[in-house]
């Protein structure tokens, strides 16, 4: 094998300097973007899969309406209350608080990249 063309530790390293970047991504979004509490209006079958409806108020009275962009497997009826963040410049644009989709799914990302980076390392010794 060419010790420069180990495509296993460039596709873990490309797949760490992702999460890394979609991790420092929802960190700004927990950290800079307004909470609201938001309502669970309706809860329709997306792909087969619940996905609830939620609604909330911006800062001004505004309400605003948006499906989840995961689908949720959690037992979410309609008018639960659920923490969410919106855009201050667009504040139609909201989604649901969860750690685990902000920081658990990015920091699994990186650490599956370095795993992978790792192995290719390893492959070329």
């Not at 979004?29 to 619940?50: C, D, M, Q, T």
């Not at 605003?64 to 309609?78: S, T």
């Not at 008018?79 to 989604?95: C, D, F, M, R, T």
Request: aromatic share 12%; glycine share 12%; charged share 15%.
């Amino acid at each position: 094998m060419i010790p420069w063309l180990n495509l296993q530790l460039i596709g873990g390293g490309a797949c760490v300097v992702i999460g890394v970047y979609l991790l420092w991504l929802n960190g700004q979004k927990l950290l800079r973007w307004p909470r609201a509490e938001g309502e669970v209006i309706n809860v329709l079958r997306l792909g087969g899969v619940p996905t609830p409806e939620i609604e909330y108020a911006d800062a001004q009275g505004t309400k605003y309406k948006f499906f989840a962009k995961l689908p949720y497997r959690q037992l979410l009826r309609v008018g639960a209350k659920v923490k969410i963040l919106y855009n201050p410049q667009a504040p139609a644009e909201g989604e649901r608080v969860s750690l685990i989709g902000s920081i658990g799914a990015p920091l699994m990302f990186a650490a599956f990249g370095f795993s992978q980076a790792f192995c290719g390392v390893m492959v070329c010794k």
